[in-house]
């Protein structure tokens, strides 16, 4: 049971789309939100030096939009600010700081970039209604449909992405499609929840299944495979 798509079950622990019919009432809100937002990006990171280099990439995205940084390595004191990963035990993600309603768009780059890898970065931003800009497109077709991110390996460059955020600010209408997904999903990234629906699947699994033997003589090798991870991902795209 990991987060890898070819698990026999698949646990994604940080996060989930969930099957869900949007109401008319907050079809409206999530519009009126979308179109009240009056700055462009927002950035919450402390691992400053990353196996990915994404902050190489960001530091020349910043070249060309105006990036707001928050967190550890921001070195500004106002910004220092810090975000929990488990709301069941600190409470709400981010709930005093105010680039959850503010901001277009949520970098949501990982610190590695490996095989189906995502972590809640991604769906807290989807959550907030924040637009995430990724770094690897293969990572997400699975999990999310194509129009409720935006992936940075499908730019030539971070001056062409920069080029793309301006039009989509500039140009409501076709921002407002980013939310789209919202019409037929919902975002579960409450861990608990999540991690009880994974250990339901794999009850139920060897319930099921009880003729039915997999052997793995070396998870880690498996774990591995296919160039799993890609050292300094990020800067094969500037």
Known sequence: MTYLR?????????????RAEQS???QDFVRSTALGKTRMIAWLVSNCNTHSHR????????????????????GNAKYSYSCPRNPQIYGDWCSSIPFTSAYRFYIAFENSVCRDYVSEKFYQALD???VPIVLRESDYLDIAPKGSYI????????KQLAEYLHYLASNPEEYLKYFEWMKRHSVAWEIKPLLENAVCRLCRMLHEN????????????????????VQGFASQLL
């Open 128 to 130: 907030r209604l924040m």
């Open 210 to 229: 009880k003729s039915s033997t997999t052997l793995e003589k070396d998870m880690w090798t498996d774990w591995k495979k296919d160039g799993a991870c």
């Open 6 to 18: 070819d698990s026999d079950v698949r646990s994604d622990y940080y996060g989930q789309l969930l």
């Open 55 to 74: 902050e190489k990439y960001v530091a020349k995205l910043k070249n060309y939009v105006k990036v707001d940084q928050f967190g550890g390595c921001a």
């Open 151 to 158: 992936a940075a390996d499908q730019f030539r460059s971070p």
């Open 24 to 26: 008319s009432s907050e």
